[in-house]
């Protein structure tokens, strides 16, 4: 079984910062891409930011300049630091990696139950 658990969400005013945190257990033989997404209600899940095995980042247009995505590997371990924060940033934020749980087992995609992030204007 593996488990990703998301965590330091939470209220902030605009403008502000937060840094959220994601932490993988249980069966991991290796992970391969991280990624954070997040979903505002009544809208779809959409991709914020993307991190490889080799540290290869990726971000949507929208947070490119504001949102940092970040990896240790040693501690399965994946972070987003959020700045400069707007109303338009509040969002259940998910965590999702792609990984193996053995050697024998194919690549496959997990996801974490989300943290809210509520930026208030």
């Known amino acids: 079984q593996v488990h990703l658990v998301e965590s330091g969400g939470g209220l902030v005013q605009a403008g502000g910062s937060l840094k959220l945190s994601c932490a993988a257990s249980?069966?991991?033989?290796?992970?391969?891409?991280m990624a954070w997404y997040r979903q505002a209600p009544g809208k779809q899940r959409d991709l914020v930011a993307t991190i490889t095995s080799r540290g290869i980042t990726d971000y949507a247009d929208s947070v490119k300049g504001r949102f940092t995505i970040s990896r240790d590997d040693a501690n399965n371990r994946m972070y987003l630091q959020m700045n400069s924060l707007k109303p338009g940033d509040t969002a259940n934020y998910y965590c999702?990696?792609?990984?193996?749980?053995?050697?024998?087992?194919?690549?496959?995609?997990?996801w974490g139950s989300g943290t809210q992030v509520t930026v208030s204007s």
């Open positions: 999702n990696a792609r990984l193996k749980s053995t050697v024998w087992r194919p690549w496959t995609d997990y």
């Open positions: 249980g069966s991991i033989f290796s992970i391969n891409t």
